[in-house]
Every structure is written in C-alpha cells, then in structure tokens.
C-alpha cells in the first residue's frame, strides 16, 4: 500500500510531481521510477498500478504539460484580440514564459525524446498547442495578399521554431550560451523581422 495512503488519483499525480522534479534536477532518463516511488513517498510496487515503465511516467507529465501549454497560449490568444497581430505576438510570449515556469514540463515535452504519438491523449494535448498557434498565424495571414500567403502550419511552425531555439540557447541557462539581450528581447526582435518580411508590420515599426 502507498505509504501516505494516496487515493487512486493522488497517486498518480503525487507520481508525476515527483518525477517532474527528478526531470529538472536529474534530466529526463537519469532517474529511475524506484527513485520516483521514493520522492513520491510510496513503494515501488505502487508504481507499477500506473505505469509501466519511466517512458509511461514521463510520457504523461508531457500530456499534462502539452495541455496547460495549450491553455496558456489559448489564453494569450485570446487577450490579443481583436487584433491579429497582437493575438499572434501574444502567443510567442507566452511560449517563452511557459518554458521558465513550468522547467520540469517543458523538458518531458520536447526534451525526453518521448514521442507525441507515444498514447492517443498525448498526441491529442500536442495537436491541440500547435492548432492555437495555427489558428493564430491564420488569423494574421489573411492580411496578406493570396498569392503570397505562407501556409498557416508553416507559418506557426517558423515561429514556434524561433521561440524554441531562443527557449533552448537562451532561456535555459545552457552552458557558453549567454546573449547579451534578454531572451524576451530576442524572441521579441525575431517575430518583428520575420513579420516584417512578410509585410505584416511597417519596416520602421
């Protein structure tokens, strides 16, 4: 029996905080899932009632990452509008802030190497983050004339690339990679240029 007399449901998110922080401390495959049962505070065997293996256990805190991630950019969305632009710029902000906020998530996400399609709710969380950014770069494309409008999935993919890679090198305190400009500075500049090939925002602005 769990030693702190879990309920069915406390278990298993006791199991998932528990390995959230081994993930941030230890990294991603540098724990076991005795280490977990252990920082959870319940034996190993209680583990197993859940989860298969350490893949299974990170695997659901990226499902329940990907969707407070969903969330938080629906949010920033939505206290963009009406305007397009700003709903669009709102949700790149909101990428870098989830990334220092919730450490522990972001790296079961994107740093596991836990596929998306690992389960159906997994790959349905991701869908449902890269369908608000999508629908957020639609919104904006429409400004720009038919024949020269980027695919709304491309046009999100490019700038949630850019905010990864400004998350990755910048925001995350790796090693010989310090910038001289705030990351937000950074993140913030590089949607301004790319929007402004675009001709979505004036050159001077």
Do not use: C
Request: no cysteine.
């Amino acid at each position: 029996m769990p030693k702190r007399g879990y309920h069915h449901g406390n278990l298993k998110r006791a199991l998932v905080e528990a390995a959230l922080k081994l993930i941030e401390t230890k990294g991603p495959t540098g724990f076991t899932l005795s280490e977990a049962a252990k920082q959870a505070g319940v034996t190993p065997a209680a583990v197993y009632r859940h989860f298969e293996g350490r893949e299974d256990l990170i695997a659901e805190a990226a499902r329940q990452g990907f969707e407070m991630f969903a969330d938080l950019i629906q949010y920033a969305y939505d206290k963009g509008q009406p305007s397009a632009l700003a709903a669009f710029e709102a949700t790149g902000r909101a990428y870098l802030a989830f990334a220092r906020k919730h450490p522990g998530h972001y790296i079961a996400m994107f740093e596991s190497g836990i596929s998306v399609n690992r389960t159906p709710e997994l790959a349905a969380a991701a869908a449902r983050a890269r369908g608000v950014l999508e629908r957020a770069a639609a919104d904006l494309s429409e400004q720009i004339p038919a024949d020269r409008r980027p695919p709304a999935s491309l046009f999100s993919a490019h700038i949630w690339a850019m905010s990864h890679g400004v998350v990755e090198l910048f925001a995350r305190g790796a090693p010989g990679t310090q910038s001289p400009f705030p990351p937000e500075d950074l993140l913030e500049s590089g949607i301004g240029i790319y929007l402004r090939g675009l001709g979505l925002i004036p050159p001077d602005t």
